[in-house]
């Protein structure tokens, strides 16, 4: 890669998502750069791709991002994608929900992705480009104790549409991706047993979790030459969860 290569920010970058699809786009010759609060996990991702430009911040400080780009466009010259693969997992219904996971869930899951979109959108403009959000099945499909989470990526989905009406004109594209439960670290907790791992896998049709590769393709795609006319689209990564129903096993 060098000056003429595209850069990409990556918000959550160390997740099990966001640091699948800086690998992905580190091979395929893109100047990766991302942020997360993960100090030791930056460090080693930082080994792991050279030349990789990773930071430590806080997704949900306005102030923060708002640095961090600013900080990207200055030492690479520009901007030419933003994936915000931030977020939080809270599983819960409304009575055993408190207050403020509630408003942590919301800060964790929407206000981020805001504040990613008001300030990485800006330097993305001046060229054209791309932004994907992750999203979730909840924000489609009810699912029982997830209404902090349905909410928060609900309100991606709306972002998203009305950024992409917003930009359009700009040459600036903004979609999402909606995975169904994916084997990541974030998730672990709902994948700790032989029991609980199947019982997860039932739930969707394709018989299995996903994997992060699965989503990071779809996000890779829609940063590419050959997704360059999608946008205001919100991709179902989800073994079929949302939208199918197979043939009960008699």
Known sequence: MDDTSPVVLIAGVTGGIGSTVARKLHAAGWRVAGFARDLGRLGALSGELSGADLSAAEATDPEAVERVVRDVVERHGRLDAYVHAVGTILVKNAQQTTV???RSTLDANLNSAFYGLKHAVAPIQRQGGSLVFVS?????TGL???EAIGASK????GLVR???ASYASRNVRVNAVAPGLV???LARPLLGSDAARAFSEKLHPLGRVGRPENIAGVIAWLLSEEGSWVTGEVWSV???MANVRPRPKV
């Open 100 to 102: 403020e996971e509630w």
């Open 136 to 140: 979730s099945v909840a924000a489609r």
């Open 144 to 146: 029982a104790s997830h």
């Open 154 to 157: 609900a309100g991606i989905e």
């Open 162 to 164: 009305s950024a992409a």
């Open 183 to 185: 084997d990541t670290p």
């Open 238 to 240: 989800d073994g079929g």
